[in-house]
């Protein structure tokens, strides 16, 4: 079943491409309280569902929730402060990619980039 939804889209590799670059640029140069913890976590959340429908042939709400769900749970990871109870603190990357402090407000955010996925998409596929 799974093997027959593999299928690759090319516009969602682009907008992963896309959005990677700008998360890139956001964590290299932007060191503020709105756009690199807010917007950062908003965009984190869009390019994994991309990211996903790039090769998966799934249902938007699905997706969009699994990837909901998901960042949730890193959250809830940080929140366990798993980074450091694992002693990896040391590497940067892994701390940036999974991150290290647990915040309501990034769950919001996870859910703010889950209702434009879900907004965004019911508008494309209703025209």
């Not at 890139?24 to 060191?31: N, P, R, S, T, Y």
């Not at 996903?52 to 909901?68: C, G, H, T, Y």
Request: aromatic share 12%; with cysteine.
């Amino acid at each position: 079943m799974l093997a027959n939804r593999l299928t690759f889209n090319r516009k969602y590799f682009l907008l992963t491409i896309l959005l990677f670059v700008i998360e890139v640029c956001i964590a290299i140069w932007v060191d503020d309280r709105l756009i690199r913890p807010l917007v950062g976590d908003v965009l984190v959340v869009i390019l994994i569902y991309c990211f996903i429908r790039s090769f998966w042939q799934a249902p938007v709400k699905a997706v969009a929730l699994s990837v909901f769900i998901f960042a949730c749970a890193i959250e809830g990871l940080q929140y366990l402060n798993l980074i450091d109870k694992l002693g990896l603190r040391q590497y940067r990357l892994l701390v940036i990619v999974l991150g290290s402090t647990f915040d309501w407000a990034d769950i919001i955010a996870y859910a703010l980039g889950t209702a434009i996925i879900l907004i965004t998409e019911n508008r494309i596929n209703h025209k």
